[in-house]
Each structure stands twice: as structure tokens, then as C-alpha cells.
């Protein structure tokens, strides 16, 4: 079996740039709202595809001067939202209700588009739009930089595309060309849910990425300091290298990371890994998957960021005044000072 057939046997259809026709939404007047991280990248992005793209923002902070300086003509949101055919949420998430109720909801009329880069406000209804509107996602696997960098350089960052709402039978062709302009047909799109989307995205990030990978770097930190090591010895070896590691893995694999490491690294990782992600851990990350399935942490995070999250600002002042942080802050300089120069 050579590799293609194999790929589609794992992923099934992978959208390139003949699944995509960008006629789709040619002469329809886009609406980004915001300029942030992933913001930025699609409207540069999409305007160099030959689309309609206005820009519309809540004030003229920071990134209005970024979109100016970027050759992009920012408007009030209610502006940028006037005879619009395609309204795109990259405001964060838990902005993005008040927006819709406020701004989006007093001009939708029949035959709109609301798009989104995440599906988390539609999934837990935050936002529940009216029947008479498409309601699709092109959720990019990468962040916003990676998505404009990829697309300047000819190329593109795979997309997820779903559909919540086909109201005009085209939802998902229009997705498509959402995603081929962005530039992910040139690499795949991959078709999912606003469902599968949203859990598994707060599942990597609580699990792994964010919370798990956070964790872990600070305990083998502490473990190393308390059996009587220097701190900055800690940070190199238990914080430092991980961006290494993770590179490795990002271009190879996991198996090709461990191929790139000694046979002492390789021993000593196979054998001594399963031991600290035990079954017991398992089982807690399996409660905390559950809970996000079930809506629960949506429920919590939803009421901490109403009442002006404060647990979470305490949880980033702890952070930021650890050991581990201290140390890094003076350790990176010197990371920084020997890097080479672009």
C-alpha cells in the first residue's frame, strides 16, 4: 500500500486546492472582526487571495495602528459589519457572545454567513444564530503568525473545516474557499464537527499542551531543585530543552525525535515515562476529558471569566513569581544573546 492510499485510509478525504473554489465568496463582502494573532493573518491573507476583506474593531488601540501599518483600512465594528455578506469571529472567545448580541445580531438578515476559528461558543450556545444563516468554521492548526508566514512563502497550514448551519446548501464549499484562501489547500483541509473541534481542542490544551506539559515542566524543575541541584541547572535540563524536544517531534514524529537522541535518552525516556504517566494519571486526565465533553468546564470558565477572573489572574501571578520563572527570565537572555541573528 503506497503512502496516499494509506493517508486516506487513516484521515479520509483530504481537501487540496482542486477541492476549492474561492468563486464561492469572490464578490461577498467579508467582516473580520479583530486584528489580533489570528485576525491579523486572515485578513492579509484573504485580501491577497482577491478578496473583500474589511476589518472592524472595537477601538483604535494597538491594532488598529497594526492594520494600518499593514496597508489595511480598519472600521468601527458596526462599520465594518454595514451590507456585509460574511462576518468572521477572531475576537477571543468569550468576547465574541457580547459582539454577536450587541454588533452582529441587529444586521443579520437572511442569506448571511457567520464564521468561526473555534468552535466553542457555538458548540456550548453562547451564540445561537437564526436558522436562516450559514453557520461554517475554518479552524487552522497553527497560530496566526505560522498562518501568515506559510501563506507569504507559497505555501499554507493544514485547516479544520465543519458545518454547523447549511442554510444555503453551500456551507461547506464556502468553508473550502475560506480555507484555500487562507492558503491551507496547498497543505489539507480535513473536514470535522464544531463539536469534535471544540473538545479536542480544550482536551489537547488542558491535558497536554497547556495545562499537562505546564505541570509537568514545573515538577521535574522542583524535583531536581529539591534533591539539592543548582535552579539554572534545573531550567536547562527540565524547561529549556523541551523546545528542542518539541521541534523534533514537530518536524519527525515522535519515533524520529527519539531516533535524534541518544540511546541513553531513548532507554531511559521509554522505560521511566509510562512510570510517571501512570494509570492513576490517566484516569484523572480521562475525568478531566469528561468534563469537558459533558460542558462543565465550559460552565466554569465561563462563570470565572464573568466574574473578572480573578482565580485565574492569581494562578498567572504565582507563575510568574516561581523559582522556575525567576530563573528563566535570566537564562533566556542568554539563550537570546547567542541566537543567531536573521
Not at 486572515?42 to 494597538?62: F, Y
Not at 472567545?93 to 438578515?109: A, C, F, G, N, W
Request: glycine letters at 10%.
Amino acid at each position: 500500500m503506497n503512502g496516499v492510499s494509506l493517508l486516506g485510509k487513516i484521515l479520509g478525504k483530504v481537501y487540496t486546492e482542486n477541492d476549492a473554489n474561492l468563486d464561492y465568496i469572490r464578490n461577498k463582502k467579508i467582516a473580520i472582526l479583530g486584528y489580533g494573532s489570528q485576525g491579523r493573518a486572515w485578513a492579509l491573507n484573504l485580501r491577497d487571495s482577491g478578496l473583500n476583506v474589511h476589518v472592524g474593531l472595537e477601538r483604535q488601540g494597538n491594532s488598529w495602528k497594526q492594520a494600518v501599518s499593514d496597508g489595511i483600512t480598519p472600521e468601527k465594528t458596526e462599520d465594518a459589519l454595514k451590507d456585509s455578506d460574511i462576518v468572521i469571529f477572531l475576537v477571543p472567545d468569550m468576547v465574541q457572545r457580547k459582539i454577536y448580541t450587541e454588533k452582529v445580531m441587529p444586521v443579520l438578515r437572511d442569506g448571511m454567513d457567520l464564521v468561526f476559528a473555534h468552535g466553542f461558543n457555538i458548540h456550548y450556545k453562547l451564540i445561537v444564530p437564526p436558522e436562516n444563516v450559514d453557520v461554517y468554521m475554518a479552524a487552522p492548526k497553527a497560530p496566526g503568525p505560522s498562518v501568515r508566514e506559510f501563506f507569504v512563502k507559497g505555501g499554507g497550514v493544514p485547516v479544520l473545516v465543519g458545518v454547523h448551519q447549511d442554510h444555503s446548501g453551500n456551507a461547506l464549499n464556502k468553508a473550502l474557499a475560506i480555507a484555500k484562501g487562507l492558503g491551507a489547500t496547498k497543505a489539507g483541509v480535513l473536514e470535522t464537527s464544531f463539536r469534535e473541534e471544540t473538545e479536542t481542542d480544550l482536551m489537547g490544551e488542558q491535558l497536554d499542551l497547556v495545562g499537562g506539559l505546564t505541570a509537568m515542566l514545573r515538577a521535574t524543575f522542583q524535583t531536581i531543585v529539591d534533591l539539592g541541584y543548582r535552579p539554572e541547572m534545573a531550567y536547562f535540563e527540565a524547561i529549556n530543552e523541551m523546545k528542542l524536544i518539541t521541534d523534533q517531534i514537530y518536524d519527525k514524529g515522535l519515533s524520529g525525535m527519539l531516533r535524534a537522541v541518544s540511546d541513553t535518552a531513548k532507554y531511559g525516556g521509554l522505560t521511566v515515562g509510562p512510570y510517571i504517566i501512570n494509570d492513576e494519571v490517566k484516569k484523572r486526565m480521562r475525568e478531566k476529558a469528561e468534563m469537558i465533553r459533558s460542558g462543565k468546564f465550559a460552565s466554569e470558565w465561563i462563570e470565572e471569566y464573568d466574574e473578572g477572573s480573578k482565580h485565574l489572574q492569581a494562578l498567572m501571578d504565582d507563575l510568574d513569581n516561581s523559582l522556575e520563572e525567576q530563573v528563566g527570565r535570566e537564562l533566556r537572555e542568554i539563550v537570546l544573546r547567542g541566537r543567531p541573528k536573521n
